[in-house]
């Protein structure tokens, strides 16, 4: 494709000139640099996240732990984990997927690569300044917007660049079939810089008064989720699973369906935080009707991609990037059909307020995107540098850790927290004593987060192994590897 | 507080209703004329159906 200036490919009366054809490595090419900025970011964000969200956890059981020192306090080290690995890691990896499969999904090689450079400056620009903010005392105390308001505009500015990007790459597409996963970065790509500019033009700029503040907050809060990472998710899962083992989705119609009405309900469901709250009840009403309504769009992508799989099971065995992909549908598939039960007011009343909502978070988060995410980085780096994945076992270490560390800390959690909730219900259990509950499981809570950590390690030394192509040359990377005859037997058609 | 619910509303109503003006589009535009097909277009004659595209490294060849 002949270069261009940005303001000719935004220009309306420029023709696109689409038709050129690409051969797929072509693609995969140009998006290399972007993608790995924002790779390479991600994860070093996530080993920080690791450590803050770590120490976190061993304060609440040991308070004594690391105290002394303002910024090591428990209300600056955990909205620092927060946002460390909500915007340093899971969205900068979201970005950085996103980036690849729009490039693939639209057939054309990436244009504007200097737009996407900035867009990752300006977001690790934007993170760090948080941080550092957050950790001087700055933080906002608004769940998920804690960033100070000097850190927020740097990244909207890598947002809004990004949405920008998505437009002009969606003009520029070759002809054909809009694929289900474009539609959900779509969702993520040009909703989300608008809902995170008006909450933060609604509580910071030109804050609202009263309640309402707090409806913006779990609107954006709850959207984050839905609008953002959600899609990311998804789109990676739908184009990943059937790519991987070589089979088209089982309904396409199903994966429609599923998208339509996620995009009609999401946006509905965060007053459902508000349960019981000093505020309107028919907005809450609504919410609750809208979190149950997600059953379609949550049973619509289970089917479809246990279906899908049906008979291919086997290849979890030999791929790296289903065994995560599919733990992530999976879980997909659990958290939320979690959190509609938790929208249930008389279900509601029991677990709020405790560990059990901790629990969720972390199922969502790290259970489904973070797991996705990271069979999709095993995807798409050998295919960037042109390298294999130096050590299987390795991966396999990485993902055991991963996958045994989640499940035990979201088993630990959620068990506390249900027992946490009831004691709380009980008149006669005092508030201190109802503390007491919930420690066994925090204490298994903290170790839980030493397996994640040692997991993030082995994955930060496969990626920098590959970006910097260390290791023995392998019999050739990944996209040009085929199963071999044995490999393929566990595998019926 | 009016103002603000107002807002919010409005901003329910703004993201449902983009969704509806983009479907509007997509069924325009013919994108689900053809589903069965449609679900194969990430597939080519380089990486056809039927074809496993990731697998562990080794170092043993197949």
């Known amino acids: 494709m002949k270069s261009q200036s940005l303001i000719s490919s935004l220009n309306p009366a420029n023709e696109p000139d689409s038709l050129d054809s690409f051969e797929r490595a072509e693609i995969d090419a140009s998006t290399k640099l972007p993608v790995l900025l924002f790779f390479g970011s991600a994860i070093f964000w996530l080993l920080v996240g690791s450590v803050l969200g770590l120490v976190s956890a061993w304060k609440m059981t040991h308070p004594g732990l690391l105290d002394g020192e303002a910024w090591l306090t428990f209300g600056r080290l955990r909205p620092a984990h927060l946002n460390t690995v909500i915007y340093g890691w899971a969205s900068a990896a979201g970005i950085g997927v996103g980036i690849w499969l729009t490039a693939r999904l639209c057939r054309v090689v990436l244009m504007h690569s200097k737009l996407l450079i900035a867009a990752a400056i300006f977001w690790n620009l934007g993170v760090f300044v948080g941080i550092l903010g957050i950790l001087a005392g700055d933080s906002r105390s608004i769940e998920w917007l804690e960033f100070p308001g000097y850190a927020t505009p740097i990244l909207f500015v890598s947002y809004a660049f990004i949405g920008i990007w998505t437009i002009i790459m969606f003009r520029y597409r070759r002809p054909g079939h809009v694929y289900v996963s474009q539609w959900y970065l779509f969702a993520a790509f040009l909703w989300f810089p608008w809902l995170y500019a008006t909450a933060n033009i609604l509580l910071t700029w030109q804050p609202i008064q009263g309640s309402a503040q707090a409806a913006v907050n779990w609107w954006f809060a709850h959207n984050v989720l839905g609008l953002w990472f959600a899609p990311i998710g998804l789109a990676s899962a739908y184009y990943m699973i059937p790519k991987v083992i070589g089979r088209p989705v089982h309904s396409y119609y199903l994966s429609i369906l599923g998208f339509w009405s996620l995009a009609l309900f999401y946006s509905w469901n965060g007053m459902h935080h508000l349960i019981g709250g000093p505020f309107p009840a028919w907005m809450v009403s609504a919410s609750v009707v809208a979190s149950i309504m997600m059953f379609i769009p949550v049973v619509t992508v289970a089917i479809n991609h246990h279906m899908t799989m049906r008979g291919h099971f086997g290849a979890l065995k030999w791929s790296p990037t289903l065994r995560f992909t599919v733990f992530g549908a999976m879980t997909y598939t659990l958290v939320s059909l979690q959190g509609s039960s938790m929208a249930i007011p008389s279900w509601n009343t029991f677990i709020h307020f405790t560990d059990h909502t901790i629990g969720h978070a972390h199922l969502g988060l790290y259970g489904f995107f973070t797991m996705i995410m990271f069979g999709a980085i095993y995807y798409i780096v050998p295919r960037l540098v042109g390298w294999e994945w130096p050590s299987a076992n390795m991966i396999r270490w990485h993902f055991w850790l991963s996958a045994v560390g989640i499940s035990i800390m979201v088993i630990a959690l959620t068990i506390g927290g249900i027992l946490q909730g009831f004691a709380f219900y009980d008149p006669t259990v005092s508030f201190r004593s109802s503390l007491d509950y919930a420690t066994p499981f925090r204490i298994v809570r903290g170790l839980s987060g030493f397996l994640l950590l040692g997991g993030h390690i082995v994955f930060a030394v496969l990626f920098t192994q590959m970006v910097l192509r260390i290791g023995q040359i392998k019999e050739g990377p990944a996209l040009f590897a085929k199963p071999s005859e044995s490999q393929k037997e566990g595998v019926a058609v | ?62």
């Open chain 2, 1 to 62: 507080m009016t103002a603000g619910i107002l807002l919010l509303v409005s901003g329910l109503v703004f993201l449902s209703g983009s969704a509806l003006l983009a479907f509007y589009w997509a069924v325009r535009d013919g994108q689900f004329n053809n589903l069965s097909e449609s679900a194969k277009t990430i597939f080519d004659a380089d990486e056809p159906v039927g074809t496993p595209t990731d697998r562990f490294p080794s170092n043993t060849r197949p």
